[in-house]
């Protein structure tokens, strides 16, 4: 099985910058495609980067495109999200995901789920 925990959150300034991290258990880790959801209160869960099991391909939602990278280090199984020029709008508890398909379109093609770190950006 997979087990998946982050960490990194906290609270920074607007236009200040975190990176936060996903280390998941299991000798298969590089086998799975990865990746990052968040959740505002009161908001729907929605995706905001994947990447491929060799870190060859990665997907941005088109509101952090830019400011935010995903990558992948498997010999530490390890998946980072570093966020660049935070804005409110991306205040939220961040998800990290794992998806045993080659290429997940939704959140229910994905089979894993870490318990969240939440990221608050100050005004």
């Known amino acids: 099985q997979v087990q998946l925990v982050e960490s990194g959150g906290g609270l920074v300034q607007a236009g200040g910058s975190l990176r936060v991290s996903c280390v998941a258990s299991g000798r298969t880790f590089s086998s799975y495609y990865m990746g990052w959801f968040r959740q505002a209160p009161g908001k729907e869960r929605e995706f905001v980067a994947g990447i491929s099991w060799s870190g060859g391909t990665t997907h941005y939602a088109d509101s952090v495109k830019g400011r935010f990278t995903i990558s992948r280090d498997n010999a530490k199984n390890t998946v980072y999200l570093q966020m660049n020029s935070l804005k409110p709008e991306d205040m939220a508890v961040y998800y990290c995901?794992?998806?045993?398909?080659?290429?997940?379109?939704?959140?229910?093609?994905?089979?894993?789920w870490g318990q969240g770190t939440r990221v608050t950006v100050s005004s």
């Open positions: 995901a794992a998806s045993r398909r080659t290429w997940p379109v939704t959140s229910d093609d994905y089979d894993y």
